[in-house]
């Protein structure tokens, strides 16, 4: 209980802080990452950049967050796809408590978007097309609103500042399950996942979801554990990830932003477009037909064109 009391007021000390910056600083304020007591970490990442000068773009480089109980891994592909057509460097980044990237006890969007502003300080970037899914979408809009002198685009998917999809509600019963769950040490990889599935079966329905929470199944000499930091995520999901920090007082993002959502979610509302608008008055908003909240799984060719059609 002690570790969650701590976890829940750095990051509400955090939200405030944010929100007091974002009332008294100017735009391109410089935030220091340590600042508040508060020590980044360094992100786990995958690298996608071409080899010799007639083919290494110029531009900003494509900075990519994955959503919640996802990882880098989740982008490989499009990773790769979007360095071949833009020649641009493409990052993709494991979230805190996601993937190999570490684990903390405290968990919130303010210290996601500080962690990205680390990065991009130990890689020397001094502006990015920021992208994210879903949790990541919410990290790089705060990114965004908190220093918008470091982001060149930003592109967010499936995810709103405002509304919470009624889906959600049900990620607190998954992450309990997990908890719960402990393998055998002497099953196989593929016995451990088969005894995994059955056990989340009544709880995920779906054996999309079901077959991307098990790709966080590792098999470790003290036998088959999370990546996923499944106690701080389930400690600090309500109010911190299920919901867009304090946004009243935050100051407008002026840059480009687009919105891309999947026609068959409830996570990006067309209803909520002209509000959203309020926060970042330079958006456009695009769906995907036949798309889920998934959307650059479920259709990535038009995923990929829409992007690249937007990135130039």
């Not at 607190?172 to 997990?178: A, D, S």
């Not at 329905?205 to 929470?213: E, G, M, V, Y």
């Amino acid at each position: 209980m002690e570790c969650v009391l701590r976890s829940t007021s750095r990051c509400l000390s955090f939200h405030s802080h944010i929100t007091r910056l974002a009332v008294t600083q100017p735009k391109n304020r410089q935030l220091s990452t340590k600042s508040q007591g508060y020590e980044p970490i360094s992100m786990a990442y995958t690298s996608f950049q071409q080899t010799g000068p007639e083919k290494i773009s110029k531009e900003p480089p494509v900075i990519i967050m994955h959503g919640l109980m996802g990882s880098k891994t989740n982008w490989k592909s499009l990773g790769k796809a979007i360095n071949a057509k833009t020649g641009r460097h493409v990052y993709t980044v494991d979230a805190r408590n996601h993937g190999d990237s570490p684990h903390t006890s405290q968990f919130c969007y303010p210290l996601l978007a500080k962690d990205i502003l680390f990065f991009l300080e130990e890689h020397s970037i001094s502006k990015a097309v920021l992208m994210g899914h879903s949790m990541g979408g919410r990290a790089v809009m705060s990114v965004a609103l908190m220093q918008p002198s470091v982001v060149d685009k930003l592109f967010v998917l499936d995810v709103s500042p405002l509304s919470i999809s009624k889906d959600i509600s049900t990620l607190p019963r998954f992450l309990e399950i997990m908890q719960r769950i402990e393998v055998p040490m002497h099953l196989t990889m593929q016995e451990a996942r088969k005894y995994t599935d059955e056990i989340l079966r009544p709880a995920v329905p779906d054996p999309s979801i079901r077959q991307f929470l098990l790709t966080n199944l590792n098999n470790t000499e003290e036998g088959y554990k999370w990546r996923l930091n499944i106690e701080a995520i389930a400690n600090n999901f309500n109010p911190f990830i299920s919901t867009f920090p304090i946004l009243d007082e935050y100051e407008r993002y002026e840059g480009e932003t687009a919105f891309i959502g999947g026609e068959l979610s409830d996570y990006l509302r067309r209803e909520d477009e002209e509000a959203i608008q309020e926060l970042f008055p330079h958006s456009s908003f695009h769906y995907i037909e036949r798309a889920g909240h998934w959307v650059h799984a479920d259709k990535p060719n038009e995923f990929l064109k829409l992007f690249f059609s937007l990135l130039d």
